[in-house]
């Protein structure tokens, strides 16, 4: 599925959050949304998945105004996510949590037979399969998450948002979690804080400042010292990920020196 | 391949347990109801219960004990299937307030429902029923629950969403507001209605009639058989509003659409019988216990436990201490609480009890 953000403002609160955002997903492409704190990352990320309605500009799926000939329901069969977001607990199995992925596509008196093979292929494609009736919350970080992504894939979507899925993941969580995200070649947009995850994994990036496009294209390109110096405030200095061979960064704070 | 057939056991065994709790119960609402009706200040053989209740579905009625009759049907029938009517609606209510606003301390009465209702039903009680343009005593409790209700809705609102947080907030801070009025009212009031109004405020289900079953009966089928249609989604709002939004779901239609049918529910039962605590709470609780937390499971469940578990309570309440009758209300977390706490300490050890 192809994305598209056509001029995207938004203003919470009088402030404008989002300011006119231009943005491209090519069908398959896997693109990272970067950007400090309050950039407007989450902001931009809720017009795609309609929870938050742009003040102006649209949102365009496969050609389709999103805000204006989509419904809800509709949205939801074709774009997932995964939003930073805790519900409360009421004790869901993995298998559960991930049905409700099915949520936009049954009718009332659908039956659950189909369904249930697609929760559980959603279960074994992020690597769970042992574990659909456990308990949700007594998994792993990691697990989690990867729980939340199979949610998302039960959705059969042909556009996946997501919205730092790293998140307080440890090393080895965070690297798998990613490399899981790259193994579904699904079209892919996803707010990241980690420079060298983005330059590792992602196509291109759009880095956002004060709610503007600031830089876009691949990370190679895009991740400049002197672009890092002036949005994120630190020194940086590109390199090799000897072990990947992708774009790997170098930082430091921007004034102190080694001691 | 070992893994996927031992989670589909666990699927089935989860559904089998589902099927026999659910036919269990309602094997046990049904012949609970036959015992309860025989039983009272006058016992009634269960066979005479049956001719009784026979008879009057055939249109007669049972002629071999007309007095038996009498007690069965005009007094002991209207209670107890007002008994199961309230305890499935605020079942039901407790339930899906507790998704809707997110938390597993939410009950029927956490909207300010049950402190507008008392402050209706108080003012009928101790000033009279002119005082409140002439309302019947359940009329004016529902009307305080409706006007308890709106504010707590004019409140909980900001830029036309619903939030959980504001509404957990708007509905305390009405209820207390309505518990004071209530609270002035009893210091004013003459002390021979004291006791009326204390007896109110606990729930009782003592004055049950043929002619009042029909609104609360009414009200707590149509709006239980809506809401079982909303599981799915009430599965999706329990994940957080954005989740939700993102799975397909119009929120704030969803959950505005929720409160009122559930307020409906609420403010007919408490009309009646008072606010009966702790069933809301208690049952949705214990059932999620037992069969886990989807609402495709628990909401029916919920329905039939909680009819029985009032139906129960109540038989217990005008039984126990004959032949003064307790309020209901004061059994209901007496006898619930063992019960929950009990569950809730097997549930930690044993994995098949979540």
């Known amino acids: 599925m192809r994305l598209r953000l056509d001029a995207v403002q938004v203003r919470l609160g009088g402030a404008g959050v989002v300011d006119g955002v231009d943005l491209d997903v090519h069908p398959g492409e896997l693109v990272g949304l970067l950007g400090p704190n309050g950039s407007g990352k989450s902001t931009l990320l809720r017009t795609v998945y309609r929870a938050l309605r742009p003040d102006a500009g649209a949102v365009w799926l496969d050609g389709r105004d999103l805000w204006r000939t989509v419904g809800v329901r509709e949205a939801a069969r074709s774009t997932a996510a995964v939003p930073q977001e805790h519900g409360a607990d009421f004790g869901f199995t993995v298998a559960e949590t991930v049905h409700a992925g099915r949520t936009p596509h049954q009718g009332l008196l659908d039956r659950d037979t189909a369904a249930a093979a697609i929760v559980r292929a959603a279960i074994e494609r992020v690597g769970l399969a042992g574990k659909a009736h456990r308990l949700t919350h007594t998994l792993s970080g990691g697990e989690k998450q990867r ?13 996946l948002v997501l919205d730092e899925p790293t998140n307080h993941l440890d090393i080895t969580a965070q690297l798998e979690q990613l490399r899981l995200i790259r193994k579904l070649r699904l079209t892919t947009l996803t707010a990241l804080h980690d420079l060298n995850h983005a330059a590792a994994f992602c196509d291109r990036v759009y880095v956002l400042h004060a709610g503007r496009v600031a830089a876009a294209g691949p990370p190679g390109d895009v991740l400049t010292p002197d672009l890092l110096a002036d949005i994120f405030r630190i020194r940086a200095h590109p390199g090799t990920n000897p072990l990947t061979g992708t774009p790997h960064l170098y930082l430091a704070p921007l004034e102190e020196e080694p001691s | 391949m070992e893994t996927k057939v031992a989670t589909a056991t666990t699927a089935t065994r989860v559904q089998r347990r589902f099927r026999v709790l659910m036919t269990g119960s309602a094997g046990a609402v049904l ?17 005479d219960v049956v001719r009784i209740l026979a008879a009057h579905l055939g249109g007669g009625r ?25 305890g499935t609606g605020l079942s039901v209510a407790g339930t899906v307030l507790q998704a809707v606003v997110r938390n597993p301390l939410a009950d029927p009465y956490v909207l300010g429902l049950a402190s507008g209702a008392s402050l209706g039903a108080v003012a009928v009680l101790t000033l009279g029923s002119a005082a409140v343009a002439g309302l019947s005593l359940p009329a004016a409790a529902f009307a305080g629950a409706a006007a308890a209700l709106a504010a707590v809705l004019a409140l909980g609102r900001r830029a036309g969403q619903l939030l959980p947080g504001r509404l957990l907030l708007a509905g305390v801070s009405i209820g207390y507001l309505a518990s004071a009025v209530t609270s002035y009212l009893q210091l004013r009031a003459h002390p021979d209605r004291l006791a009326g109004v204390l007896f109110w405020l606990l729930g009782s289900l003592s004055g049950a009639q043929w002619s009042q079953l029909g609104i609360p009966a009414g009200c707590v089928l149509g709006g239980t058989l809506w809401l079982l249609t909303q599981a799915r989604r009430l599965n999706a709002l329990a994940f957080g509003d954005e989740t939700a939004t993102a799975l397909g779901v119009d929120v704030a239609r969803l959950r505005l659409r929720l409160l009122l049918v559930t307020a409906l529910v609420t403010g007919t039962v408490i009309a009646e019988v008072g606010a009966i605590g702790f069933v809301g709470l208690l049952v949705p609780h214990l059932v999620r216990l037992l069969v886990g937390a989807d609402h ?48 809730l300490r097997r549930g930690d050890t044993d994995p098949a009890v979540r």
């Open chain 2, 31 to 47: 012949g609970g109801t036959v015992l309860a009706l025989g039983t009272g200040a006058v016992d009634v053989p269960v066979g």
């Open chain 2, 296 to 343: 495709r499971r628990v909401l029916p469940l919920a329905a039939l436990l909680g009819g029985g578990y009032l139906l129960l309570v109540d038989t217990a309440a005008r039984t126990l201490a004959r032949p003064v009758e307790l309020p209901v209300g004061i059994l209901t977390a007496v006898l619930g609480t063992p019960g929950l706490l009990w569950l």
């Open chain 2, 62 to 86: 049972y002629g071999a004990d007309l007095i038996g009759d009498d007690i069965v049907w005009q007094y002991r029938a209207p209670r107890a299937l007002l008994a199961i009517v309230a």
């Open chain 1, 147 to 159: 729980v939340l992504l199979a949610r998302a894939l039960a959705q059969q979507p042909r556009l």
